[in-house]
């Protein structure tokens, strides 16, 4: 029995050294990464502004990138973008944030196992699935309601984003409420509160810096979604604000120009990561705004 021991502790010991090397590792392989697919978009970024100049680039209005006179204005990409995800939030906001409210303050603990699981087969669905779902079943049935809504259009992927984004914000916000110790849910019953005005007044305030911060990793999910907006928005690069109409995402964008025949080399291939630099820092400042909102926010129990 002692010699067993011995070899344990000795297995153990190498366990214990080799653990902290092999986890530094994978953090390395993780910067690494990070770091190569910023370098990447960068240098062939400033390949295409050695082209088009930057100023031209974000405040054109047109988007021709094939052609003889071609033009590369962003803003009909930025404003599908904003758009969508506008209308995605317009959607997953109060539903999510009334799930979240429902399954942490009134649901009983059967009824909170039941419908967890159905809100993360609502997450795991594929996207590609979503936008299928989106042109066949949501514009028509759009279109019975709006006439002039055009086959596809930004309307129908904007709705069904936030359906699939609903289960983030639901999660996340029911996890930062579920947090606030129940002290403050009994101190403010017991002061005469209904359970209504305490998830108001006490729950949601408490929680604030978690939902807000759901809010704006959804809002980073919906700027990156592809596939949705790809199937049902269409591929026109017109720079309106009418939902009826077909537009174009800045992913829908790179999908399309990696999909035919970019030469490399060519205005047309560097602008792909000229308008995929552009997505990379809208997301990472959705994702600085979540982490400012966190820390700054945060109550502390």
């Known amino acids: 029995m002692v010699a067993k021991n011995k070899q344990s502790r000795s297995v153990s010991a190498i366990f214990e050294k080799i653990m902290p ?33 930057f100023f031209e680039f974000f405040t054109g209005t047109v988007l021709k990138p094939l052609g003889e006179n071609a033009e590369f204005g962003v803003l009909p990409l930025l404003a599908g973008t904003i758009i969508s995800s506008a209308i995605a939030m317009i ?29 993360e087969v609502l997450a795991g669905i594929p996207t590609i699935v979503y936008g299928f779902f989106a042109f066949t079943f949501v514009t028509p049935l759009l279109r019975a309601i709006i006439p002039s809504l055009e086959p596809t259009n930004i309307l129908s992927p ?15 916000s029911e996890d930062a409420m579920s947090s606030v110790p129940y002290s403050m849910r009994e101190g403010a019953l017991a002061l005469g509160a209904t359970k209504l005005e305490v998830t108001w007044r006490v729950i949601v305030p408490a929680a604030m810096s978690g939902i807000i911060a759901s809010f704006v990793l959804g809002i980073s ?10 199937i049902a928005s269409g591929s026109n690069k017109n720079f309106t604000f009418d939902v009826t109409q077909s537009m174009q995402t800045m992913t829908a964008y790179i999908v399309e120009v990696t999909g035919g025949d970019a030469p490399a080399g060519s205005t047309l291939y560097y602008s792909l990561y000229a308008v995929a630099m552009t997505l990379f820092v809208f997301t990472l400042i959705m994702n600085l705004i979540a982490q400012y909102i966190s820390r700054r926010f945060r109550e502390e129990y």
């Open 221 to 230: 999910r919906a700027i990156g979604e592809t596939m949705i907006v790809t």
């Open 91 to 119: 959607v997953a906001i109060p539903i999510g944030l009334m799930t979240a409210i429902y399954l942490s303050e009134y649901a009983s603990e059967r009824v909170r196992r039941a419908l967890k699981p159905i809100l």
């Open 21 to 53: 090397k092999l986890l530094l590792i994978i953090a390395v392989i993780s910067i690494l990464t990070t770091i190569g697919i910023v370098f990447t978009l960068l240098s062939e970024t400033i390949e295409f502004f050695k082209i088009i100049p």
């Open 158 to 172: 904007g709705i069904v984003m936030g359906i699939m984004i609903i289960p983030m914000v639901a999660s996340l």
